[in-house]
Every structure is written in structure tokens, then in C-alpha cells.
């Protein structure tokens, strides 16, 4: 597979705030929401049409927690990805462009991309061949696992469903939010709510220190309450780890999402701009685009046990 760290750098802030279940780490349940924050928050503004920290914290929770519930049933389904990357020049114009196209799948639990199309063309039978041969591995390994190996996987979800729920505190606490109004995303009701970082904010987790890097606007659907829609963008360097990779000022992030057979949300669309280097060297300008289509749901009964076999366990 190709590099895609700058990519996953650019979509740490947007991975946090949804909450995700650690960005590419599967979901073994979902958490049930408690029962104080199963109906809509009340989010009547002060005066100058801000929200409380305690409003917004109970309206991240919930958010937080009908997302973990949301990503189990995604795991029900296939769709397809296109995802296009434009390189840049110093000026901002193109230089090149790539463009792939996968099948999102599940595979115990784990979901995975396989490969389908390079440049809006079929792969060759090689490369095809490479993409079964690595969808065969992972189906092996899961297959394989030991009681020992699923204890210690379990255990790592567990504890990063723990650091969400810690995280979805820091957000409200780094940001001051204001309702904006109500706006209709994919045709249904929504509440605009801007964030900018909160002056003397004291993070407690190390991930937090990167969210007074960013601004932005969050839609969130009134009716499910989740996150329909974000646009983030960073008003200050990034840095990150021991590789010293950094995202620039004006690298951009926009998510929106939809509700599909009245059950589930799945991406739709994501739009970015990134400005950012890596080990002070290797230097990235690019923008991209990845649309969503083609959402399947598949029986829950079924497993795959190899590729192009499958057994129905009813």
C-alpha cells in the first residue's frame, strides 16, 4: 500500500472530534448511551449565542457515544471509495494527479480496503492478484487467532473506547462553541456550531495539545444527533511525534456523512488541502477529494472464511 502517513496526519483533528474508535482500529461492541443523555441536549445559547462547556460536553457525549453505536452497524456494509489526490506546485496548481478507487469491507470485525481501480481503470490481473493475496492474509490471521491474541486486541479497544470518552472532556474544554442556527444537511435539520480554542487552555492527554491548532464548524443532525458534517482547518503548525512531521497553517479538512436505510451513517464525501512535511525533508502539497457510493449491506450470518467463499451460519 502506499504511504499515506500525511494523509492520516491531516485527519488526526477530524478523527478525534468524531470520536472515531481510534482512526482505522475496529469496534468490537458499541457502548450503550446512558439513559440521562438519551434525548436531545438542551442547547439554548446565553446572550451573545454561545454554549455552556456543561452543554457542550452533554451534547459531545452523546454525540461520542451514538458514534460508537453508528460504527457497528457500518461494520454491515460495503461501499465503494474514490479517492483523488492532486500533487501541487509551489504556485497551487496541479502537477499530477492519482486517482484509486477500493471496496470497503469487513473482515472479522476489521474493516479493509481492497483495491479495484487505479486512474478509473480496472487493475491488470498482477495487481489484482497482490489485492486477494493481501484481503486472504488478513481473513488467515483473524481465522488463526489465538484466545491470548483476542484477549490482547479486546483489551486495546477497550482501552481506546476509554480514551475517547476522557477526550470527548478535553474537547470541550479547548474550544469556546457558538450556535450559529440550523441549517439542512442532505435534507434534514441540523445545528451550526462554530469552535475557535479557548484562551489558557491546560490540556490532560497529550493528544489534546493539537486542538488549539485548530478552528471550525461542526453540523450536527437533530434528529440522530450525529456529526452530519465538519469543516476543520488548521490556523497554526502542527507538529507530531518523533518523526517530525508538520502540518501547516491553511491544511483543511472537510467531512460530510449520510443516513443510509434509516439505520446507519457512511461517509459521502471528504474534501482536503494539505501543507505538511515530513522529517523536515519530504515535503507535501496537496488537495484530494473522496466520494462515497454503492452502500451494500451484507448478512451479519455470513463470515468469510476465503476469498470468494463464503458460508451462511444461520
Known amino acids: 500500500m502506499r504511504p499515506r502517513l500525511v494523509i492520516f496526519l491531516a485527519f488526526v483533528f477530524l478523527a478525534f472530534v468524531l470520536i472515531l474508535p481510534g482512526f482505522g482500529q475496529q469496534q468490537t461492541s458499541p457502548i450503550p448511551v446512558k439513559a440521562a443523555d438519551a434525548g436531545p441536549p438542551d442547547l439554548t445559547p446565553d446572550a451573545n449565542g454561545k454554549l455552556s462547556q456543561d452543554q457542550m460536553e452533554k451534547l459531545l457525549r452523546v454525540v461520542s457515544e451514538k458514534d460508537m453505536e453508528n460504527d457497528r452497524r457500518e461494520r454491515d456494509y460495503t461501499y465503494i471509495e474514490r479517492d483523488v489526490q492532486n500533487k501541487l506546485d509551489g504556485k497551487g496548481a496541479t502537477k499530477s494527479t492519482e486517482i484509486r478507487t477500493s471496496e470497503i ?74 450556535l450559529v442556527g440550523t441549517e439542512l444537511v442532505g435534507g434534514r435539520d441540523a445545528w451550526v456550531i462554530d469552535a475557535e480554542p479557548r484562551p489558557g487552555f491546560e490540556p490532560h492527554m497529550k493528544e489534546s495539545k493539537i486542538l488549539t491548532k485548530f478552528h471550525g464548524r461542526l453540523w450536527i443532525d437533530k434528529s440522530d444527533l450525529q456529526l452530519s458534517k465538519m469543516d476543520v482547518e488548521a490556523i497554526d503548525t502542527v507538529s507530531f511525534g518523533w518523526v517530525l512531521a508538520r502540518i501547516h497553517k491553511g491544511t483543511r479538512v472537510m467531512l460530510e ?35 462515497y457510493r454503492d452502500y451494500r449491506k451484507f448478512r451479519t450470518s455470513a463470515r468469510i472464511v476465503g476469498v470468494g467463499e463464503v458460508k451462511d451460519e444461520r
Open 257 to 291: 456523512q449520510t443516513r443510509v436505510n434509516d439505520e446507519v451513517w457512511l461517509p459521502l464525501h471528504v474534501a482536503f488541502k494539505v501543507d505538511a512535511r515530513v522529517a523536515l525533508l519530504k515535503g507535501y502539497n496537496l488537495d484530494g477529494d473522496q466520494t
Open 105 to 178: 469491507l469487513e473482515i472479522g470485525g476489521e474493516q479493509v480496503q481492497r483495491l479495484i481501480e487505479k486512474d478509473d481503470k480496472p487493475l491488470d490481473a498482477k495487481e489484482a492478484g497482490k489485492e486477494e493475496e493481501k484481503i486472504q492474509k488478513i481473513i488467515d490471521k483473524r481465522k488463526n487467532e489465538s484466545d491470548d491474541e483476542r484477549r490482547k486486541r479486546e483489551e486495546k479497544e477497550e482501552k481506546q473506547r476509554e480514551d475517547n470518552r476522557k477526550f470527548v472532556t478535553e474537547i470541550s474544554d479547548a474550544y469556546n462553541f457558538k
